[in-house]
């Protein structure tokens, strides 16, 4: 429809003769524009039993999954800024003849807040992120986390090159459930970030067998400082490396 679309598939064994019992998988993707600035998101699937993909699948993609997604997710969008609140849990197949494979942390809720004004005060830029997330496991430990990250940059630009100034400070908080004795179960850690994205073009016109042609030159310079601080105490909730690619280069963050 103009205002929403989705897929639902369902499959259903009423008797499987060599296990002795019913059997079934289903998914649900839909996606729906609310009206007044609000979205929807309905990412659901589940089988019923651990070896369904393995037993029944006759496609790799399928059969080779071991974390079927359950999501559901509302969002706003206003003119300068969105909010977003995300529940999201899997169900976690494990194959017994392979080694156990472990649960991803549930987010039960997450709720995140963006905000962008690149024409604030004096001809700078003003950003902002923020999240509040509540991790559940079954064994893990869990907590919840609070980030605030707001962010002022002066863009400086002209035809031929810019020069961006940005700093920040993300700001982290943790409080925790299931620590170690000894261990404390808040924790804070503020990081300033400061960064200067540069960059410049070269043009010239060149003539290869025959077709006139512009070809361009552009070295781009990134500075970034990121103290140090000690995290060991925190646990991994939903951190790991990002892949090696060109945005990742420039990017604050590599995880």
Same mark, same amino acid.
């Given at each position: 429809n103009h205002?929403?679309?989705?897929?639902?598939?369902?499959?259903?064994?009423s008797?499987d003769?060599?296990e002795?019992?019913?059997r079934?998988?289903?998914?649900?993707?839909?996606?729906?524009?609310?009206?007044?600035?609000f979205?929807?998101?309905?990412?659901v699937?589940?089988?019923?039993?651990?070896?369904?993909?393995?037993?029944?699948?006759?496609?790799?993609t399928?059969?080779?999954?071991?974390?079927l997604?359950?999501?559901?997710?509302?969002?706003?969008?206003?003119?300068?800024?969105?909010?977003t609140?995300?529940?999201?849990?899997?169900q976690?197949?494990?194959d017994?003849?392979l080694?156990?494979?472990?649960k991803?942390?549930q987010?039960?809720?997450?709720?995140t807040?963006?905000a962008?004004?690149?024409?604030?005060l004096?001809?700078t830029a003003?950003?902002?992120?923020?999240?509040?997330?509540?991790?559940d496991?079954?064994?893990?430990?869990?907590?919840r986390?609070?980030?605030?990250?707001p962010?002022?940059?002066?863009?400086?630009?002209?035809?031929?090159?810019?020069?961006t100034?940005?700093?920040?400070?993300?700001?982290?908080?943790y409080?925790?459930d299931?620590?170690?004795?000894g261990?404390?179960?808040?924790?804070?850690r503020?990081?300033?970030?400061f960064?200067?994205?540069?960059?410049?073009?070269?043009e010239?016109e060149?003539?290869? %067998?025959g077709?006139?042609l512009?070809?361009?030159?552009?070295?781009?310079?990134?500075?970034?400082?990121?103290p140090v601080?000690?995290q060991?105490?925190?646990?991994?909730?939903?951190?790991?490396i990002?892949? %090696?690619? %060109?945005?990742?280069?420039?990017?604050?963050?590599?995880?």
């Amino acid at each position: 429809n103009h205002s929403y679309q989705g897929m639902a598939r369902a499959e259903w064994l009423s008797n499987d003769r060599l296990e002795d019992r019913k059997r079934y998988g289903y998914s649900i993707l839909h996606s729906q524009s609310l009206g007044f600035g609000f979205s929807g998101l309905l990412n659901v699937s589940g089988v019923s039993d651990d070896n369904y993909f393995r037993d029944l699948s006759s496609r790799i993609t399928q059969s080779s999954q071991n974390n079927l997604l359950r999501q559901g997710m509302l969002t706003y969008g206003g003119s300068w800024w969105s909010a977003t609140a995300n529940v999201q849990t899997y169900q976690t197949l494990q194959d017994p003849d392979l080694p156990p494979i472990d649960k991803p942390y549930q987010r039960v809720p997450q709720l995140t807040l963006t905000a962008s004004r690149p024409e604030f005060l004096g001809g700078t830029a003003f950003a902002f992120n923020g999240e509040y997330v509540s991790f559940d496991h079954s064994t893990q430990d869990t907590g919840r986390r609070l980030m605030l990250y707001p962010q002022l940059s002066l863009p400086l630009q002209t035809a031929a090159w810019y020069v961006t100034p940005k700093i920040g400070l993300h700001s982290t908080r943790y409080n925790l459930d299931r620590q170690v004795a000894g261990t404390p179960d808040k924790l804070t850690r503020n990081v300033p970030i400061f960064s200067v994205d540069s960059g410049v073009t070269f043009e010239r016109e060149v003539n290869w %067998f025959g077709p006139t042609l512009t070809q361009t030159l552009e070295p781009r310079l990134y500075y970034l400082y990121v103290p140090v601080r000690d995290q060991s105490l925190i646990p991994v909730f939903d951190t790991g490396i990002s892949d %090696f690619n %060109f945005a990742q280069i420039f990017g604050e963050n590599r995880y």
